[in-house]
């Protein structure tokens, strides 16, 4: 069945309705017109234990919009290629993967409830036939995973995943298990800065830095892993949230100086 064109696919969810009742269904187009079903806030919180049920992946985050703008843009990143995505909640990027020609999507995430959509939404977008669903917690990801499918990976993507500085060492072990030499895991991220107050002026102030995200590329390199900044904060935001960025990790053979930036919006 040919595809359509990138700018013409749109991915549909279904996503939690705040009074708990009852799921809808929402549209999203991966330019970003649409506007997420609901744009949270806060942070959410950390991964809670697993008899506490996890509900932040019923929602859609603004950086998967990001990221799928920028996988509209470059569909033959994901063209042809089995794709894992971590993380996935509503899975909009794993599903636009497999609607820009992914040859599969494997979606995953930890907690159940979440998962429990994500079939239906791979339905509703006609994509059945090229997606799966897993379960994978990125604190055992070897439990979830055959020995052939570890180090096989090219490309992995997620989006808002480095949420709290708990899940980094986590999500590093992740994908370092399941990244190909020359794989790469192309990551959607919201920056969120503290807010402290500042000793000298008495008054509140946002921190310099995203300590999850700074741990995050410190780690990387730590563990032998490539990491590359697609974009930066004035060439990737959604108008009325906080910046977005995109980063791009490799493994130890992955050619990361090839993979495009994101150009500015001006
Ligand atoms: C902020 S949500 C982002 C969801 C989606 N990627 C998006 O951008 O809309 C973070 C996701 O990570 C998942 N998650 C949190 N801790 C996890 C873990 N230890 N293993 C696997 N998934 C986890 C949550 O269930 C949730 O779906």
């Given at each position: 069945m040919p595809l359509e064109p990138p700018e013409a696919q749109a991915v549909k969810t279904l996503t939690w309705q705040l009074d708990g009742r009852s799921s809808r269904s929402s549209q999203q187009a991966p330019d970003g017109a649409a506007q997420p079903a609901t744009a949270p806030a806060a942070a959410p919180a950390a991964a809670q234990p697993e008899e506490d049920p996890d509900l932040i992946g019923l929602d859609i985050w603004p950086a998967s919009i990001a990221l799928c703008r920028y996988l509209t843009n470059h569909p033959e990143l994901v063209a042809g290629q089995r794709v894992l995505e971590l993380g996935?909640?509503?899975?909009l990027v794993g599903l636009l993967c497999a609607a820009l020609g992914a040859q599969h999507a494997l979606l995953t995430d930890y907690e159940p409830q979440v998962l429990a959509h994500l079939q239906d939404n791979a339905a509703l977008n006609s994509l059945q036939q090229r997606c799966a669903s897993l379960r994978l917690d990125w604190r055992q990801?070897?439990?979830?995973?055959?020995p052939e499918q570890?180090?096989?990976?090219l490309r992995i993507v997620a989006a808002?995943?480095?949420?709290?500085?708990?899940?980094v060492q986590p999500l590093i072990s992740t994908l370092r298990l399941l990244l190909h030499p020359e794989g790469v895991a192309l990551i959607g991220h919201q920056v969120r800065r503290a807010i402290v107050l500042d000793?000298?002026?008495r008054l509140p102030r946002l921190e310099d830095e995203d300590e999850p995200l700074e741990k995050f590329k410190a780690a990387c390199a730590a563990a032998g892993l490539q990491h590359r900044l697609l974009s930066s904060r004035e060439t990737c935001s959604n108008r009325d949230s906080d910046p977005m960025v995109l980063l791009a990790v490799g493994g130890p053979q992955a050619r990361l100086a090839e993979l495009p930036l994101l150009p500015s919006e001006s």
């Open positions: 996935a909640g509503m899975s990801p070897a439990a979830s995973l055959a570890q180090g096989s990976w808002d995943v480095l949420y709290a500085s708990a899940v000793p000298a002026t």
